[in-house]
């Protein structure tokens, strides 16, 4: 969901980058030492799992993946989000530096909130099938929310930008449904195979 430079007006740019800013301040503060690898596994999954893109006007539809990365992660999300598309900037052209920001911001954000949710869910439904809808909404919301703010974005541009916009999220809901199943099955794995992966209040449920 890169958008392209030379689209969005300086205002929207200068506001996404001081989102990004204080996103990417917050998830550092907020990183233990101990799940850097993890941090690090996820980001290199972010960026190769976003290379495939389907062109769709100003923008593209791919896998994402901000839902599972905010639900793992939390704030830390932020962090690994902007590495991985500084990388695909620099070594693809994809997205751009100057629209890094807004980029960064619109998947950064909706992940952590994805994060948010499925912690909130997983407490207020502590079953096995509670677990697993609120990892599946997780990633659904994570790519809705990347979605939306895209749009937002481009709609503060140019108001002619709006139909592309509501193109951009109607191409995105197949991809929301996809990733609701990978978030879904990959919390699934890991709460058998690797626990310790887990955000800590997802593992304390986990042995409840």
């Known amino acids: 969901m890169h958008i392209a430079e030379g689209v969005l007006s300086p205002g929207v740019l200068a506001v996404g980058y001081a989102l990004t ?25 972010f960026f190769v799992g976003s290379l495939v893109h389907v062109p769709i ?10 839902g599972l990365l905010g639900v ?24 751009g530096l100057v629209v890094l920001g ?6 950064g954000l909706s992940g952590v909130a994805a994060g948010w949710f499925f912690r909130w869910m997983s407490r207020v439904w502590p079953t096995p099938a509670g677990r697993r809808t609120a990892a599946f909404l997780g990633g659904a919301l994570g790519v809705a929310g990347a979605a939306l703010l895209t749009a937002l974005a481009l709609t503060c541009s140019e ?23 990978i978030t879904m099955f990959t919390v699934e794995f890991l709460r058998r195979v690797r626990p310790e992966m887990l955000p800590d209040k997802d593992k304390e449920a986990n042995h409840a």
């Open 102 to 107: 807004v980029n960064t911001c619109s998947m």
């Open 21 to 45: 800013a204080a996103g990417t301040t917050l998830g550092l503060r907020r990183l233990d030492y101990d799940r850097l690898m993890t941090t690090g596994i996820l980001a290199a999954a």
């Open 57 to 66: 006007g100003f923008s593209s539809a791919h896998l994402i993946l901000n």
């Open 159 to 181: 108001q002619g930008f709006a139909t592309a916009a509501a193109l951009l999220f109607l191409a995105h809901v197949p991809v929301m449904l996809a990733e609701g199943c």
């Open 72 to 95: 793992l992660l939390g704030w830390a999300a932020f962090p690994a989000i902007l590495a991985a598309l500084t990388l695909q900037a620099l070594l693809f052209q994809f997205g």
